[in-house]
């Protein structure tokens, strides 16, 4: 459930952190419907589940998966929370026509692997990332830096831990209680394989992924991109 202003969603073992910048919507959202439940959309290529989101008044936010492709054949899975997918549906179909493609669930998903997510970072810019990976039981570890995240501080050691799924909340626990601080826990996406793009290629994908990240309901999108 997702109470007051904290931006972690948890429902049936899986974990939703939402973008500080969308607190803001889905609380008037969730004060302007009055009651009102969110129907489905029938005959939309997507997938999707409800989220209980609790606060002064109850809401049901649907959690939807979009599958297609950016320009240039980059495979990406978008995921939305939406209190009403007649709305969000369509607008997103209409983003999707400016430049990529839509695919059927499941068209692209194998193309990534479906994994646990933390980002979080130590004081001392020394920390041994990788051998933290492996206290924690996490798969794999990668650098983080602030420009790659602003919620990582310059001058400390940044870092991504890829978990598997079962093993997201054991490993966010871990790192915070051993002098990490957790700024983004959740599942997510991550490519198999990127496509060859070219400066202009890259440019052109970077703007419409944009383009779909400004859309109010958007939650994440996961892009074959580097």
Known sequence: AFIGTSNVIERDGRTFTV???KIDHFETVR???????AQDLDHTPVEHDRLDIVGDDKLVMEHVVFEGYAPH???????????????????????????GQLGAPGSN???????????????????DIEAAAIEAGAQNVEP??????????EGTAGA?????????HSVSQWLAANGWTVVTSELGYIAKSFPELTGEQRAHAGEFLQTLEDHDDVH????AIR
């Open 73 to 99: 054949k980059v495979p990406i899975i978008v995921e939305i929370l939406t209190d009403n997918n007649n709305r969000t549906a369509p607008e997103i179909r209409v983003l999707f026509k400016k430049g």
């Open 109 to 127: 998903k194998f193309l990534f692997d479906h994994v646990g997510l933390v980002e979080a970072h130590h004081a001392d810019a020394a920390a």
């Open 144 to 153: 983080l830096s602030h420009a790659e995240n602003d919620d990582i501080p």
């Open 19 to 21: 973008r500080p910048e």
């Open 160 to 168: 991504r831990f890829i978990t598997e799924r079962a093993d997201l």
């Open 31 to 37: 004060r302007a419907r009055d009651g009102r439940l």
């Open 220 to 223: 994440r999108v996961w892009a």
